[in-house]
């Protein structure tokens, strides 16, 4: 393996396969209603989560407008508690 081929898989698992460069096509129909809230709204779409799995497809979420950003802010918190508590152990 060379540097460019590791580069793409570092690309993949943490910003997706659109950021690597491949195409991504999906026929998938969404749904009229949030599958986690249960509410009607017109604001649901399959978008990118704050999460980094290596799993790519674990990174996407199908939601309303709301539930995302209700996901993305405790994703965001997580996160922020990973950088503190690394932050304390090199103290």
Avoid: H
Avoid at 61 to 84: G, H, P, R, T, V
Wanted: aromatic share 8%; with cysteine.
């Amino acid at each position: 393996m060379n540097k460019n081929d590791d580069m793409e898989k570092w690309l993949i698992a943490t910003f997706g396969r659109r950021a690597a460069g491949e195409a991504v096509e999906s026929d998938e129909t969404l749904p009229s209603i949030c599958p986690l809230c249960g509410d009607v709204s017109d604001t649901i779409a399959k978008r990118r989560r704050n999460t980094a799995y290596l799993d790519d497809k674990n990174n996407w979420l199908i939601s309303c407008k709301a539930c995302f950003e209700e996901d993305y802010e405790n994703f965001q918190e997580l996160w922020e508690m990973i950088i503190i508590q690394a932050d304390e152990e090199k103290i």
